[in-house]
């Protein structure tokens, strides 16, 4: 497709579950960035992936949370035994950028994985 | 870190007026400014960005301007339509990898 594709639309995780998500980015894109979006909030940083490497994962709240990209293309967030405040929308965003300090840094936003913790 | 604050938190116009958000933010390191619009259900859309060097850009209805001295920057939407409803997003950048720091998001209903 021609934009950057998240699966699942919605999860409902019963609290202490595991769940995976998944961002499929514009092809070709070799940066990509994990956001969390609390209801009624901006998106808040998690990780970033150049390529198949992980450059910065400052954002990550907890152990708990885990991210790949093992090929450097798809991409996988991984909860672990989901808390009820890990609900919350998780944003996908892939980048042209091909090297630091230049290229091209509009970022496209997928639709977003909504995740309830009950 | 970076922070960036946004105001209003909500707007409402009257169709065919202008719109203004304003954001601040703290690093001078930041070199890019986009922003977002996000309707419900969906991802957010990039629908301008300017970067440092630049000190306002227009496309179409919509004009970004940047103040680095005050480190403040705005989005001004003229002639507003219903289909402008959404929340908008400020966001900045002070990362070569282009990791970006948002505002809280302004909820803009324009009303027929």
């Known amino acids: 497709g021609a934009g950057v594709s998240q699966s699942p639309r919605y999860k409902v995780a019963k609290r202490g579950q595991d769940v995976a998500l998944r961002c499929d980015p514009i092809s070709g894109h070799v940066s990509l960035f994990w956001y969390q979006q609390a209801l009624g909030q901006g998106p808040e940083f998690l990780t970033y992936f150049q390529n198949e490497a992980q450059l910065d994962k400052s954002g990550l709240p907890s152990d708990r949370f885990f991210a790949e990209r093992p090929e450097g293309s798809v991409s996988t967030l991984k909860i672990q035994r989901t808390q009820q405040e890990d609900s919350a929308v998780y944003l996908c965003?892939?980048?042209?950028?091909?090297?630091?300090?230049?290229?091209?840094?509009?970022?496209?936003f997928g639709q977003g994985t909504r995740l309830t913790v009950v | 870190g970076e922070n960036v604050e946004q105001h209003p938190s909500t707007l409402s116009v009257q169709e065919g007026d202008s719109a203004v958000i304003k954001c601040t933010y703290s690093?001078?390191?930041?070199?890019?400014f986009p922003w977002y619009k996000q309707e419900l259900g969906k991802g957010p859309q990039l629908i301008i960005d300017i970067r440092s060097n630049v000190g306002e850009k227009k496309d179409q209805r919509i004009a970004v301007t940047l103040n680095k001295t005050a480190k403040h920057f705005s989005l001004h939407i003229t002639e507003t339509q219903p289909e402008d409803s959404a929340v908008y997003f400020c966001a900045a950048s002070w990362d070569s990898w282009g990791k970006l720091q948002f505002g809280a998001g302004t909820q803009v209903v324009v009303t027929p």
């Open positions: 690093d001078s390191a930041s070199n890019y």
């Open positions: 965003a892939s980048s042209l950028n091909r090297f630091r300090g230049g290229g091209n840094t509009e970022a496209f």
